[in-house]
């Protein structure tokens, strides 16, 4: 729902006016709607598994792994709203030492299960990495000092609108960009099979 961006917003604006109670509730707003959204995302993957393996690979084959994947999307909800905490607090020593730590720590704990395993460690790397993100990100989240104070669902919904209108917008620029891709992996993998799309992967990600 684009809290990854709007969150950095909200954030960046308390912060700029110094009231502590205020920042502090701007941050548990952020994090449980990171925590809702990454499980409702994850819940919506594992329901929609076996038409998504149908429409992308052409059979149910790999429904579970889609499955399994839901895990990625809950890490990266939770990491995204972490990660919009520290870059709103202007903290840019750690979002950059966020940023290598995640892609190192992923590199070195991922790889052996593609080595091992091959094709069937694909889903076990993916998760690997989104581990390494979320724990990377929870490390350097954990050290901003937010006052604390008592907040009720209702109130949480309140300040949440604010963070969904403006998310919204950004979700819609995110989801063209996405979709393009996916569906021109689509084409690639029943056209050409999935050693190709692993070939488009790579030089689009170069």
């Given at each position: 729902m684009g809290i990854g961006s709007?969150?950095?917003?909200q954030i960046a604006e308390a912060a700029g006016t110094g009231d502590e109670d205020r920042i502090a509730r701007t941050t548990i707003t952020l994090r449980?709607?990171?925590?809702?959204?990454?499980?409702?995302?994850a819940a919506a993957l594992v329901a929609c598994a076996y038409p998504l393996s149908r429409l992308t690979f052409g059979d149910t084959s790999h429904a579970w792994a889609l499955a399994?994947?839901?895990v990625t999307i809950f890490f990266g909800a939770v990491s995204g709203g972490q990660a919009a905490l520290i870059q709103g607090m202007r903290l840019v020593s750690h979002l950059a030492a966020m940023s290598i730590?995640?892609?190192l720590f992923g590199t070195l704990f991922s790889i052996p299960f593609v080595f091992f395993f091959g094709q069937q460690g694909i889903v076990p790397f993916l998760i690997a990495t989104s581990a390494a993100s979320i724990g990377t990100?929870?490390?350097?989240?954990r050290k901003i000092k937010v006052t604390r104070t008592v907040m009720i669902w209702k109130e949480t919904w309140?300040?949440?609108r604010g963070l969904l209108q403006l998310?919204?917008?950004?979700?819609?620029?995110?989801v063209m960009t996405a979709g393009t891709m996916y569906a021109v992996r689509v084409i690639v993998v029943r056209s050409l099979g999935l050693d190709a799309a692993g070939l488009f992967q790579a030089a689009a990600t170069l």
């Open positions: 709007s969150g950095v917003r449980r709607a990171a925590i809702i959204l990454g499980a409702a995302g399994f994947l839901s730590l995640g892609a990100s929870w490390w350097f989240a309140r300040e949440a998310g919204i917008a950004f979700m819609a620029t995110g």
